[in-house]
């Protein structure tokens, strides 16, 4: 093994990787949680991050055309590449815990796999296809390797898990709210050995790509259960199935996000067999609440990793000598050095707080952690957007163009605002959580009310009313 | 006349179509300074936006071509042919006031072209270029009628004002802090009865227009001049003049805004004859401050009519019953009602901030409103930014799409923070300006505490130290 | 009047003295809606703050002994003079437009008082008082002027614009939600030829002062109507009859602002005639509703005077040569300067949003200029908070202390943000308002989709659904 | 020990007393850092806050005379009973850690101690004075424990650790810039064998109370050293020397927080025994600085509590079924539930910053978490003033009055964003530290520019310059 730097020992690599790309002090705070595996597997990802994911971002996007017909057809050779490095590195798969998928997880706890994400998040979407952990490719495979049958896992979650194929997953609907999923309006429904399934969804992710093997589409196959969690289903439909249509990609900001892309697709009488159907009848509502806990934790680690390394680019840009301006260096002027603090202040609690909704996973499950992960979704986001805007604002118009990362950083990052629920609904139901402490704490201030009164009177002073 | 419906009697309108658009109070505060010509010409406008500009968008959209080449080429037909009708309505040239361009003006006060701003605001760039508003050419227009020369005001200047040609701006420079614009780099020299150029640009706003004849170029032609203001000279550079290279269009987020385009241009060994420099050699500071002026007005007015449309159309999606979640309309849950109303006093007090610094330009010119102008850039553009992010966040991730016309919004806004000078260059000159007050502030001071000293001693108190 | 200056010609005074203490953007606004009595008078307060008022707030509070009792028994000796120079000066009771109040009235209009408001805000309480315009006389005056009997005029409303009485508004409960005005619990009741009250009111201003002689009190004459708003009545109270119970002064952070004081006050079988019954049954919540349109504007207009205060404090303090740290003054320091401009801005758009609500309550009343008073309502009170907030961190800790006028000021405006109505109910009231435009946007985007759908067609264009 | 409810089992206790004051997450996040003896510690402080401290408040307030000098001579009796009772149960000296003050130090390191004083910030200053862990007692006794000779420990630390005596800081001076502390200007001179003190020092608190016995004044020996960082040293002055004068107290908003108080004193010609210098000639700056660094952390802590307690409060209110409104909870109003879910937000954070600084102080003592503690500093008081904001909100005017503890706990929380050095200077230093960072991304940045140009000229691509 000697070839492979990426074995050395953590310990000995100088400068300590994981502290200059994260903060000593939330290091320290979760180290002792790292296995040797743990620590191994990081220190490898930061050096395959610096060596080869971040240098291969320009080629990967030289290599997509810009054809509006040719761009939808390409597998760029550069991701495919590093795929191939990324697994012989065993950097693959990492979001997958074998504690809860024993067979086909890796040794990781969510902590371990946070530290991570937040890596991986300084190279955007090339990093996290690179490693076979980019959505909605994870959640799908979590979905199968959970629900699926052993059909269904033979047939597509293993090449999904080889990094052989993508996948797309098809919930939201256009023409619907779909933040309250009990809207959803596609029809799935049995006709012999067969299901058959119309729908006009859109903002599917990787419906565009060419590697797109699968959908997993949700809609209504009992829509007058009287339970309306138990209406839906989710069916596996082949992406060459006959019926399925994609119309046209989604733009977000101008980005159309090709070849993967977030398109807008209609299903028209697709027929697929029952065998496709994941986990049974009326369970849809089921699978994708099991499918959007840890995720959304991953998202937030790696907009936290996107916001830390708009910071990094902010400093390099305002200590650079040959954009002074007024004799000063950028940072020698206005709020410049304030804004620096306030953003590092931000990406450090935020950091920690996803941390600590991690670890309160590891030791609860997804359940157990539902006020920690709330609390993540609408703060992280929103978070990681304000420092990429201070960012941008550092570079002046050049910090909005093509030529710097930052400006398609801040359209993924205020989609997150959207993804998995808008910050409102989190917000919502945090504050709604707070509001269930209610009667504990009417009760101890009752009691404290006694026992003040007590005190008072014995020492013989009354108590204004 | 009878043809023409824009022609009644303004008082006559029901229901009042400018209070309708911008609000009854601060309507107001101002009406009783528009002339019978400025109200006429508002009304007019109001329903030239309604009826002509607004449902030309989506045409205007399908008109250019997708592909990456073809698109630069394009003149879009229905801008054409709005250009047409608006010009036989008198709605033309209206940000050229009489009061300051005799000739070649219209009978608007600043504070009438603000409103009609807000107006064109609400209708993006197609509103303004219908009715030759669009920047860059405007502030080329003010250039030329002010310091051209009679033949460059006939050659450039009369065919700009008919909205045959078009023109770009040349100052910002690749590699360079051009907030700082002593920084400049391209070098402009007198060689026999030529001038030539040479310099590295972008952000070159209209350059990728077909119709663009011709660029205003600053560069220096003095660059050992002690004094660092008479360095620059501006010149008049035809756009097919040899050594012109269209480089590629710059993007602002994912937009490259074709036709127009903000383009990365190279001039090379460009030669002019040196009857196209302007005013004179080493006064090019001196040009670009007088054309930077109202400038900054109109865009934060048009900014003001864009955030007026981004809750409009908030609004309409809250109140929308088919978007309901959870058996309510959107406005019923958490936070929407007040963030409409915040969204309306920050777009108010915006509004009658920027009427305010149009009516000091009215008064003192822009040289004694340079305090109102500056609060003015530093807040409305923000301001705008904020509201129309509530706007797109309202509507889920449609609101970031190409279906909405607010993410688009959303980053020319976002651009308007750094053009004309980035937010944190206006925040420190209007705290530097409150600096200046120190002197007077501590003279007061002063006299307060004797008298202060004096009425204490007379009623026999003892100040304290 | 040659012994007097303030008599001297308002435009003959140099340097121009209102354009100094507010700005002159927002001056040149609304100039000529003044007056030249106006003016005149506006010249005159300006003067009166400077030489008379501002050298009397150390005096004032010597005046007034720290003894817990004493406190409450003082009339301080320096206001009652100041008193007496402003009536001759013409400064009295300039809150009173002859608009409104043909009788008793000034002739300014609101616009006219907003602007002398604002300078009595630099003054404090003692300004306010001065000139007979402190709250809650203000409010009482106006009920009496407006709905009250001949009797009730002429024993409580002359000596109350004399300045020779005091008075205060008990309508908060303790124990009781007093932003919904339905739920007070007084009881008002007739028994023969007299009105019989209980009730237990507390954070009633100037209840505390020797000089009050009436209480308007609110309660309940008829809880059973089934309109809500009809069960209300108002009475005048004498502030000596027996059963009126001042309990306590409540505080407002440490401060218990004597002599006046907010205090908790029990009605218990208090008897008055029948004939101080104000206007008539049960039209209790009529009364209140007329009392504080224009009042809160002038609220509003006193918080902005204060926040300029404020700012110019913090100006001086960070200009100051002795206070320079580490060999720079303080304002060289981080982000002084931003927080100067930004305090500047906020200023500036506040004093327009509150001048554009005075000029709408001239034109429509206040019941036409609701939208304009609430957004000024929950606008400006906040925003000055945050501007002294900003000049107290700019003092250090004496910006906190009893040497500095900064922290009684803060806490004064932080009541603002509750008084007449939290905060949070003008932005809901504002925000619903807005809401009730869904209508008309909605048949205006109808009628758009419409046009545009024709325009496409004409094109030949397929418009995407 | 069967009288004693305190012994019981940390875990056998239920409901968990800790979660329910703190948050589940981020216990787990530390709760193996914990000893059993720092667990046993923490269950009993709980238990003697809900039991003892809080029922007390009431009481010692009642305990305190109102009038102006009786107040400062007052020894509140319960708070002297509350300490026999804390000493019983082993809370005492909490702060102290025996890490780094072997001999009189409890065995708690700042993790655990800094959860302890999170609960202890929930009782105000009459939980911290109860175990002997209130300021400025607690760094003078870090002071002497460190710095000072046998004798002086004997004299002023072994009373000051019973708890016995009280004690005074005097630093901060009047008439100077004290956030850069090189400005003082008090002198401490030799003459023979006695330092003669003359100076003139403000907000010195604890110099009011009448168990007060030593002053560690802070003042310039030798004031011509090159070293700016040698001319100070510090003295012990007995409260009762002569020369030591007590001015006045100084309030904080209208507090004067008697008998404790924050007073400005002058020292004339003091004359002390030379014995009383502490650690040597010179040492001043040296003493200050290590007595900051923890204690910033506790102050973060205790705030954390406050708002905690201000949290729980607010909820209290608006689900108070006797405040509703409209028909309607205060929760069900507005943006009621937004706030809750932001406050919890900004308190999980923020919690977790100070515990990672905590952390960080134990692994690497104050000086390896500067970055750590200054954000700490300048995010916790500002959030904690921001949450107690919000819940004054919701209590309407009582939440500003002395009937809720609200309004003192916000003035308490006001001065922490000034003392220690105001927000300002720890944000610049934050920022500072990070532009260090500047060589090494610019290096790796350059790094990285090298790479991509490899893997683009691999590709055959040529990079865009």
């Known amino acids: 093994m000697s070839r492979?730097?990426?074995?050395?020992?953590?310990?000995a690599m100088a400068p300590h990787p994981v502290v200059e790309l994260t903060s000593e002090?939330?290091?320290?705070?979760?180290?002792?949680?790292?296995?040797p595996y743990g620590k191994e597997t990081l220190a490898k990802l930061v050096y395959f991050l610096q060596d080869e994911i971040l240098p291969s971002v320009k080629l990967a996007h030289a290599q997509l055309p810009k054809d509006p017909v040719q761009r939808w057809k390409t597998v760029i050779p550069v991701i495919e590449e590093l795929k191939v490095k990324a697994r012989k590195l065993g950097l693959w798969n990492l979001f997958l815990s074998k504690t809860h998928y024993p067979e086909h997880g890796v040794p990781l706890t969510n902590v371990e796999y946070a530290v991570?994400?937040?890596?991986?998040?300084?190279?955007g979407h090339l990093a996290s296809e690179a490693v076979n952990c980019?959505?909605?490719?994870?959640?799908?495979?979590?979905?199968?390797?959970?629900?699926?049958?052993?059909?269904?896992?033979?047939?597509?979650?293993?090449?999904?898990?080889?990094?052989?194929?993508?996948?797309?997953?098809?919930?939201?609907?256009?023409?619907?709210?779909?933040?309250?999923?009990?809207?959803?309006?596609?029809?799935?429904?049995?006709e012999g050995d067969e299901i058959v399934i119309n729908g006009h969804k859109w903002w599917i992710s990787g419906a565009g790509d060419p590697r797109t093997k699968l959908h997993l589409v949700m809609g209504k196959s009992d829509p007058d259960n009287a339970n309306v969690y138990q209406q839906q289903s989710v069916v596996i439909v082949p992406a060459d199935a006959p019926g399925v249509k994609i119309i046209r990609p989604m733009e977000i900001f101008g980005y159309d996000d090709a070849p993967e892309g977030h398109c807008e697709v209609i299903y028209e009488n697709v027929r697929v067999p029952v065998g496709n159907l994941v986990l049974g009848w009326g369970r849809g509502f089921e699978i994708i609440q099991g499918r959007l806990g840890p995720g959304r934790i991953h998202h937030c680690m790696r907009s936290i990793g996107a916001a830390s390394r708009a910071l990094d680019l902010m400093i390099e840009r305002v200590t650079d000598p040959t954009r002074n301006t007024f004799d000063k260096f950028l940072y020698q002027h206005g709020t410049v050095v304030a804004e620096i603090a306030r953003s590092r202040a931000e990406i450090e609690s935020a950091r920690l707080l996803v941390m600590s909704a991690a670890l309160q996973i590891d030791k609860q499950r997804a359940k157990g952690a539902l006020k920690e992960i709330g609390i993540a979704k609408f703060v992280?986001?929103?978070?990681?957007?304000?420092?990429?805007?201070?960012?941008?604002?550092?570079?002046?118009?050049?910090?909005?163009s093509q030529d710097q990362e930052l400006a398609s950083m801040f359209a993924?990052?205020?989609?997150?605002?959207?993804?998995?629920?808008?910050?409102?609904?989190?917000?919502?139901?945090?504050?709604?959580?707070?509001?269930?402490?209610a009667p504990g704490l009417h009760k101890r201030a009752a009691e404290l009310k006694e026992k003040e009164f007590a005190v008072l009177s014995k020492a013989g002073i009354k108590a204004h009313l």
Chains 1, 2, 3, 4 share one sequence.
């Not at 492979?4 to 310990?11: E, G, K, Q, V």
């Not at 002090?25 to 949680?33: P, Q």
């Not at 797309?168 to 799935?188: L, P, Q, W």
Request: contains cysteine.
């Open 4 to 11: 492979c730097p990426h074995t050395l020992n953590y310990h």
């Open 134 to 190: 980019s959505a909605p490719d994870t959640g799908n495979m979590e979905v199968i390797a959970r629900y699926g049958s052993p059909e269904q896992q033979k047939k597509w979650l293993v090449p999904l898990l080889n990094g052989e194929i993508r996948s797309a997953f098809a919930m939201t609907e256009r023409f619907v709210s779909s933040s309250d999923a009990r809207n959803i309006k596609t029809s799935i429904k049995r």
């Open 412 to 437: 993924q990052l205020r989609t997150l605002r959207l993804a998995d629920g808008p910050d409102e609904v989190h917000i919502q139901q945090v504050g709604q959580r707070e509001l269930k402490r």
């Open 25 to 35: 002090a939330s290091w320290n705070l979760i180290e002792d949680r790292f296995t």
């Open 116 to 123: 991570m994400a937040e890596i991986l998040g300084r190279g």
């Open 380 to 400: 992280v986001p929103a978070m990681a957007c304000g420092v990429v805007d201070r960012a941008m604002q550092a570079y002046g118009a050049e910090g909005l």
